[in-house]
């Protein structure tokens, strides 16, 4: 294992502190479990015998107290337990997320997004074995086994001695025959959900396109031919799980053999009475019963393991070439009360490059899914002076979404990049994504109300507010044929249209109070026809206190823009400037 996949492992155990509780309870139920056995085993032998009443009556409470002790002391263990475990799952997703916003979103371009899910939260959440079924049961199996082991050896040593040796062969039996049985199962387990859940968000996200090319049934083979892969894997693991109970039950009988015989000539010496044979006899059975967790939890293990080195590479090691890696000293940032002037001289950029490869747990081949990436970018000079509209026009391929991106510091660049005298590059690119915001070509939207999409930008806006900047970019009327704020956009907008949604983001952008907009293609979605009609309600609604540079290969009607430049292939020219 990695040093990384060590170290989500130990984040994966609580700290010592929550740790010790549910260790001890633990320990008190199984210790209760095995008083329970041999309080019942020499109550029903003394009660035979026929003594007075009284005699019983210690056995009578214990049993009874035994019995109720082991449910609660179970229940606290399995309630504390899981507090602990699932405050270390909440600190490892938080730890996931804040290594994937350096690097997100376009870091994260050829990673497959089914399959990141199933890291954040299938692995993740198979982590919390770590805690509830090794550590936890390990400890306090081990600390009870000693124990009772020990009871057995003040009654009887030969009996204790007789029944620990079986106890320790069995359990080596039993993780050897746990290991032949699942080692090519358990580390695929989590590879192969990770596959099929990819699989099966691809298929439904692309279900549309398959159906009309006649290719859903392909999509839907490939995603019944993984499923049965990993219940062959799933099934494996839990045949190992039940023959290693099994096994360990078994281990119980040979035990109890091996204890009863010997006792057996201390009963016939007279040295121990028929209670305590009774009771040496049976507490075997108890202490296999609890011993059962220590060849399953290496199993858990295996699977554990797998799930921390994949919850460990959902993030590269290496930040990719050309995402910006935040300063060690950031400079400070320029933002004043107006909108900033840009200054590109010589920019250029390029889109990580991200080969794909063979899956080696599954051999499902992946496509290098970043030869689809936009183009590359330069050399580029442009400038934006405070409240200019700016348009950026070029052919398809020429990097106009690239500079959209080197914009908001998605993107690293080479030459230089200034937000009022201030070299991007020294700031925090999170203070650069305060001060430059970026409506997407395809605005994500989510599958929420109008209301949570919105206040998404400024969770403190009032419901006159947010009306008001629907307003703003045209959307007042149709928001109020929906039902109001309320209405659901659907997953992704599927139920607005793309002027619609192109509008809701402009009004999230504004909410966020960007001082400098850029517009991806915002007619990209619209008929022709309307495409200027939206194109001049969106810079209208923009406002003349707030840049814009307006991104379109489709051009825009001049009187609405400042400047145009035009943007060409990364190999071609140097671009060209001309005056609206």
């Not at 348009?391 to 030459?415: I, M, N, W």
């Not at 907008?493 to 850029?518: W, Y």
Request: net charge neutral.
């Amino acid at each position: 294992m990695s040093d990384r996949s060590t170290a989500v492992l130990r984040q994966a155990v609580p700290p010592f502190r929550r740790l010790v509780p549910p260790v001890l309870l633990g320990i008190a139920a199984g210790l209760s479990s095995v008083a329970l056995l041999a309080a019942s085993a020499w109550l029903i032998v003394r009660a035979a015998e026929q003594p007075p009443v009284l005699y019983l009556s210690l056995g009578v409470v214990g049993v009874r107290a035994f019995a109720l002790s082991r449910a609660v002391f179970r229940y606290l263990e399995r309630l504390a337990g899981h507090d602990a475990a699932f405050q270390q799952l909440a600190a490892i997703r938080a730890g996931v997320f804040e290594r994937l916003l350096p690097i997100a979103p376009d870091g994260l371009a050829a990673t497959r997004r089914g399959d990141l899910l199933a890291r954040f939260v299938g692995d993740v959440d198979e982590l919390q074995s770590v805690s509830l079924r090794i550590v936890q049961p390990v400890a306090s199996a081990s600390v009870v086994m000693v124990a009772a082991v020990a009871g057995l050896a003040w009654l009887a040593p030969a009996s204790a001695l007789a029944a620990a040796g079986c106890l320790v062969a069995g359990i080596i039996v039993a993780i050897v025959a746990q290991q032949v049985i699942a080692v090519r199962a358990d580390p695929h387990i989590a590879p192969l959900r990770g596959e099929l859940q990819a699989a099966v968000v691809e298929h439904v996200q692309a279900l549309d396109v398959l159906v009309a090319f006649d290719a859903a049934a392909t999509g839907r083979a490939r995603i019944r031919r993984l499923g049965k892969r990993l219940e062959r894997a799933t099934r494996r693991r839990a045949s190992a799980v039940g023959i290693t109970t099994a096994a360990m039950s078994a281990v119980g009988g040979f035990a109890a053999a091996a204890s009863m015989w010997a006792a057996e000539p201390q009963l016939a010496g007279g040295r121990i009475d028929a209670p305590t044979f009774a009771v040496l006899c049976l507490v075997p059975l108890a202490i296999a019963e609890v011993s059962s967790a220590l060849p399953i939890a290496v199993g858990f293990l295996r699977t554990a393991q797998s799930s921390a080195e994949r919850v460990a590479d959902a993030v590269p090691d290496i930040v990719p070439d050309g995402v910006p890696i935040p300063p060690s000293a950031p400079a400070e940032s320029p933002r004043g009360t107006g909108a900033p002037a840009l200054h590109l001289r010589g920019v250029r950029a390029r889109w990580p490059r991200v080969a794909g490869a063979d899956d080696p747990h599954t051999g499902v081949s992946r496509v290098d899914e970043m030869s689809l990436a936009p183009s590359d970018l330069g050399p580029l000079d442009l400038d934006v002076e405070p409240g200019e509209r700016v348009l950026v026009e070029g052919t398809s391929g020429s990097g106009k979404t690239t500079l959209a991106h080197v914009l908001v510091r998605f993107l690293e660049y080479d030459g230089s990049y200034r937000l009022d005298g201030a070299e991007v590059c020294d700031l925090d690119p999170m203070e650069v994504r305060r001060i430059v915001g970026l409506v997407e070509q395809r605005p994500w939207l989510f599958d929420e109300d109008i209301r949570q999409n919105l206040l998404f930008a400024r969770d403190t806006a009032s419901d006159a507010e947010l009306v008001a900047m629907l307003a703003r970019v045209g959307l007042a009327d149709w928001v109020a044929e929906r039902g109001g704020l309320g209405a659901p956009v659907g997953e992704r907008g599927a139920l607005v249209s793309g002027g619609q949604a192109q509008r809701i983001a402009l009004a999230r952008a504004m909410l966020a109070d960007f001082p400098v907009l850029v517009l991806d293609e915002p007619t990209a979605s619209v008929d022709p026809d309307r495409a200027d009609a939206l194109l001049r309600d969106l810079l209208t609604a923009a406002g003349s206190d707030r840049s814009v540079v307006l991104i379109s290969h489709t051009g825009a009607p001049r009187e609405l823009i400042d400047r145009a430049i035009s943007v060409k292939p990364a190999a071609a020219s140097p671009v060209r400037h001309s005056d609206a």
